[in-house]
């Protein structure tokens, strides 16, 4: 919890998604734009998020769909290069998150300076990808063979996916901090931009009571009260878009609206 704190701060920080345009290998890669026109709009999100005083930043390739869950030489060295053109302009502490390869995470935020990553570390799951295995173990020997500073933020229950086998979310956040060495525990509603039930959130901080818990998906103007009241923090994407549509650009007016009732909750 004390480096969590280090990290960012504040109480209950908000850590806004910088979600990127998909890069080159995905099928929606606009070749017109090219590079310029993904390091172009997430700029732009950029601006947007920091006039309105979210507390942190994150890096994603939201775009990239269909999802990957082994990151090509293509997508990963294209991120690479966004990031780092990118926080240049960062106020905030960030972070990064290649969907959906863990080892591939870690990598990129060495490589870019990042101070925390989201991924999904541990579990099976029968998912979109089709069979998903990550594997938290690579990814943390990695991290720890580079002499990476970055936080890991594990996130137990997928978007797009479900878990295989029966265990509780209690059951997962623990042993994501005993047994994977997590350095904090994301709780994700089942897509993206879809809130995560209060009463998950409050089994999972019963679990794991000295690890942060973070809302990871679906926090919106009305339910951050409810939320905040739980999770040491907040992930917010989605509700940050123009018409709250994941695919379109930040609107400033919205972040500005969502920090203001933040800040008062605090």
């Given at each position: 919890?004390?480096?969590?704190?280090?990290?960012f701060?504040?109480?209950?920080?908000?850590?806004?998604m910088?979600?990127?345009?998909?890069?080159?290998?995905?099928?929606?890669?606009?070749?017109?734009?090219?590079?310029?026109?993904?390091?172009?709009g997430?700029?732009?999100?950029?601006?947007?998020?920091q006039?309105?005083?979210?507390?942190?930043?994150?890096?994603?390739?939201?775009?990239?769909?269909?999802?990957?869950?082994?990151?090509?030489?293509?997508?990963?060295?294209?991120?690479?290069?966004?990031?780092?053109?990118?926080?240049?302009?960062?106020?905030?502490?960030?972070?990064?998150?290649?969907?959906?390869?863990p080892v591939?995470?870690v990598?990129?935020a060495?490589a870019?300076?990042?101070?925390?990553?989201?991924?999904?570390?541990?579990?099976?799951y029968?998912?979109?990808?089709?069979?998903?295995?990550?594997?938290?173990?690579a990814?943390?020997?990695?991290r720890?063979?580079?002499?990476?500073?970055?936080?890991?933020?594990?996130?137990?229950?997928?978007?797009?996916?479900?878990?295989?086998?029966?265990?509780?979310?209690?059951e997962?956040?623990?042993?994501?901090?005993?047994?994977s060495?997590?350095?904090?525990?994301?709780?994700s509603?089942?897509?993206?931009?879809?809130?995560?039930?209060?009463?998950?959130?409050?089994?999972v901080?019963?679990?794991?009571?000295?690890?942060?818990?973070?809302?990871?998906?679906?926090?919106?103007?009305?339910?951050?009260?409810?939320?905040?009241?739980?999770?040491?923090?907040?992930?917010?994407?989605?509700s940050?878009?123009?018409?709250?549509?994941?695919?379109?650009?930040?609107?400033?007016?919205?972040?500005?609206?969502?920090?203001a009732?933040?800040h008062?909750?605090?």
């Amino acid at each position: 919890m004390e480096r969590f704190r280090r990290i960012f701060g504040v109480a209950k920080p908000i850590i806004a998604m910088a979600h990127l345009r998909p890069l080159p290998g995905s099928p929606l890669y606009d070749r017109e734009r090219g590079m310029d026109g993904i390091i172009e709009g997430v700029l732009a999100d950029i601006d947007s998020l920091q006039s309105g005083n979210v507390d942190a930043i994150m890096f994603g390739n939201e775009g990239d769909r269909p999802y990957l869950t082994e990151a090509t030489p293509e997508s990963l060295s294209a991120m690479t290069a966004v990031v780092a053109e990118a926080k240049r302009k960062l106020r905030v502490p960030w972070g990064v998150n290649y969907l959906w390869d863990p080892v591939a995470s870690v990598a990129l935020a060495h490589a870019t300076g990042a101070q925390f990553v989201r991924e999904v570390f541990t579990g099976v799951y029968d998912a979109d990808m089709g069979l998903w295995i990550p594997d938290a173990a690579a990814a943390v020997r990695l991290r720890a063979s580079l002499g990476a500073e970055c936080a890991l933020f594990y996130n137990i229950n997928a978007e797009f996916a479900s878990p295989v086998g029966h265990r509780s979310h209690a059951e997962r956040a623990r042993s994501a901090v005993f047994a994977s060495l997590a350095d904090a525990i994301c709780v994700s509603g089942p897509m993206t931009g879809q809130a995560v039930e209060v009463s998950i959130l409050e089994e999972v901080r019963g679990a794991v009571p000295t690890t942060p818990v973070i809302a990871n998906t679906g926090v919106r103007l009305e339910n951050a009260a409810s939320i905040l009241a739980v999770a040491d923090a907040a992930i917010v994407g989605t509700s940050f878009k123009r018409n709250g549509d994941t695919w379109n650009e930040v609107d400033p007016e919205r972040v500005e609206r969502f920090m203001a009732k933040v800040h008062a909750l605090r």
